[in-house]
T-cell receptor
Framework: EPEVTQTPSHQVTQMGQEVILRCVPISNHLYFYWYRQILGQKVEFLVSFYNNEISEKSEIFDDQFSVERPDGSNFTLKIRSTKLEDSAMYFC?????????????FGDGTRLSIL | KQEVTQIPAALSVPEGENLVLNCSFTDSAIYNLQWFRQDPGKGLTSLLLIQSSQREQTSGRLNASLDKSSGRSTLYIAASQPGDSATYLCAVRTGGFKTIFGAGTRLFVKA
């Protein structure tokens, strides 16, 4: 069964550095998402992306964050000038097109640790 | 602002028991509701998706119901097994693209 893949599985970065999290969505999917889950807390929506632009973003997704689909397969989340509170698990998800009621499929996540 | 609550926060049952997990949401204007399973250190596995116009969905031993007007959904697991031990998450999609998650129910099925 096709799956969403995320790399790296664990990223350790010094505070203030930039980090790029990578995702390869399921190949025929059209909608892409990033979520984060701080340890012990709820999964939180960050951003959705469709047709090469952001379709919706949460209040968490400020100017520090950006997303990009640089080619036909990758979907990236960039965090500029990381802060300690950015430490979390980051999940990528994708969804097929057509009916809006297709389920979202999640990757296994990238654990981001900011030191 | 949409809020999603799941009760109970944790549940421990003996193998073979039938069980119900509850999810409630504050704004009934949802597009759909999805139930996920999350194993420790892993991503989310989609279990069932219920459209706003539907009342229930079934997959194997799982049955999810939706009562949009009262802002409630339940996930029924029949004949529970130790392999069902995981955290179960309920998530509602708003009219746009945002999905709001509950905090989850941690289920432990004892052999």
């Amino acid at each position: 069964e096709p799956e969403v893949t995320q790399t790296p599985s664990h990223q350790v970065t010094q505070m203030g550095q930039e980090v790029i999290l990578r995702c390869v969505p399921i190949s025929n999917h059209l909608y892409f998402y990033w979520y984060r889950q701080i340890l012990g807390q709820k999964v939180e929506f960050l951003v959705s992306f469709y047709n090469n632009e952001i379709s919706e973003k949460s209040e968490i997704f400020d100017d520090q964050f950006s997303v990009e689909r640089p080619d036909g397969s990758n979907f990236t989340l960039k965090i500029r000038s990381t802060k300690l509170e950015d430490s979390a698990m980051y999940f990528c998800a994708s969804r097929g097109g057509g009916s809006g009621n297709q389920p979202q499929h999640f990757g296994d996540g990238t654990r981001l640790s900011i030191l | 602002k949409q809020e999603v609550t799941q009760i109970p926060a944790a549940l421990s049952v003996p193998e073979g028991e039938n069980l119900v997990l509850n999810c409630s949401f504050t704004d009934s204007a949802i597009y759909n509701l999805q139930w996920f399973r999350q194993d420790p250190g892993k991503g989310l596995t989609s279990l069932l998706l219920i459209q706003s116009s539907q009342r229930e969905q079934t997959s194997g031993r799982l049955n999810a119901s939706l009562d949009k007007s009262s802002g409630r959904s339940t996930l029924y697991i029949a004949a529970s097994q130790p392999g069902d031990s995981a955290t179960y998450l309920c998530a509602v999609r708003t009219g746009g693209f945002k999905t709001i998650f509950g905090a989850g129910t941690r289920l432990f099925v004892k052999a």
